[in-house]
């Protein structure tokens, strides 16, 4: 955090260098959000090439490769909810010594029917004011603890359940995508003609040695369509990243993508930008829609 005018803005450290000059010219750090990194050398790479490539100051670019939440100084974690416990003191304490205080002494009662933590959402079910578990925690009856809900499951992928036989010229297609490394395919043919199938089938073999696929897609309407057919392929590791997410789960999902939490991200064009932990394959799907081009701003194209 930077203070200018009076305000507290948000910057980027984006490397070091000795200064020549007087250092009085320069604003001080205020406060440093984040112990660790929020972009790796690559996309710091990444982001200087496309503010050269499009001529778009840098500033502006970094600003794509960061979910809404994190501009504003947010802490980068997932959705986080207080939850409660017994204290020794607490499980062991004579509940007639808080005859008066009935409302703390009925929630001392509930924890210990309960036998394990509550959440806020459970405490307030119960009943359970927030006073009544702060003057508990007072009393050194209850722990309070903070813990990140994490979004994604573990369970099982499933494998791939496919009428479709490939035939030769898809077969064809996935060996040369699975056996050729690093290099760029179109996959061209009519609707209906089982392109997704072949990159369906990729995407597996990518993911099954703990690679992550991106997925690009050319609207935002096809978003829920799109990763309900993932799941069926990979699971509940698969997740979608676009404009029309709330700025949570927005943060959630660049989370996810970061810490290699998902298989595969299913966005739109400024899907690119997302820190992807092991990234092993891009899909754009219909590359020749003009919507993976941006035509205001910062007007870069997805597909280069």
């Given amino acids: 955090m930077v203070n200018f005018k009076k305000r507290s803005l948000v910057g980027i450290v984006w490397g070091s260098r000795l200064l020549e000059e007087n250092a009085s010219n320069y604003k001080r750090i205020e406060e440093i959000l984040d112990n660790k990194p929020l972009i790796s050398k690559d996309l710091q790479e990444l982001a200087d090439w496309a503010s050269r490539y499009y001529h778009y100051p840098l500033g502006e670019v970094i600003s794509y490769f960061l979910s809404p939440s994190l501009r504003k100084g947010n802490r980068p974690t997932f959705f986080e909810t207080n939850f409660w416990t017994l204290s ?14 009935p409302r703390q002494q009925a929630a001392l009662l509930i924890f210990r029917d309960s036998g394990k933590e509550l959440s806020n959402r459970s405490a307030l079910a119960h009943g359970i004011s927030a006073q009544t578990l702060n003057s508990l925690i007072t009393k050194g009856l209850l722990i309070k603890t903070t813990k990140e809900q994490i979004p994604i ?13 490939l035939t030769k010229e898809q077969q064809k297609a996935l060996q040369d995508i699975n056996t050729r490394k690093n290099e760029v395919f179109l996959l061209n043919g009519i609707t209906g003609s089982g ?9 597996k073999k990518i993911t099954s040695s703990g690679k992550q696929a991106l997925v690009l897609i050319p609207e935002i309407g096809l978003a829920p369509q799109a990763e309900a ?10 997740i979608s990243f676009h404009s029309a997410k709330n700025e949570r789960e927005r943060l959630d999902a660049w989370l996810s993508a970061k810490k290699g939490m998902v298989d595969v ?14 990234l092993g394959m ?14 205001d701003r910062f007007r870069y194209s997805a597909r280069d």
């Avoid at 057919?229 to 698969?238: A, I, P, Q, T």
């Fill in 153 to 165: 499951t573990n369970k099982k992928t499933p494998e791939i359940q496919s009428d479709n036989v």
């Fill in 282 to 295: 891009i899909v754009v799907d219909e590359e020749h829609d003009q919507s993976f081009k941006q035509f």
């Fill in 265 to 278: 991200v299913i966005g739109t064009r400024s899907s690119i930008f997302l820190p992807m932990k092991n």
């Fill in 88 to 101: 020794n003191k607490g499980e062991f304490i004579d509940i007639q010594s808080l005859n008066r205080a």
């Fill in 229 to 238: 057919r993932f799941k069926k392929y990979f699971g509940d590791k698969v």
């Fill in 195 to 203: 392109k997704t199938e072949v990159y369906l089938q990729a995407i």
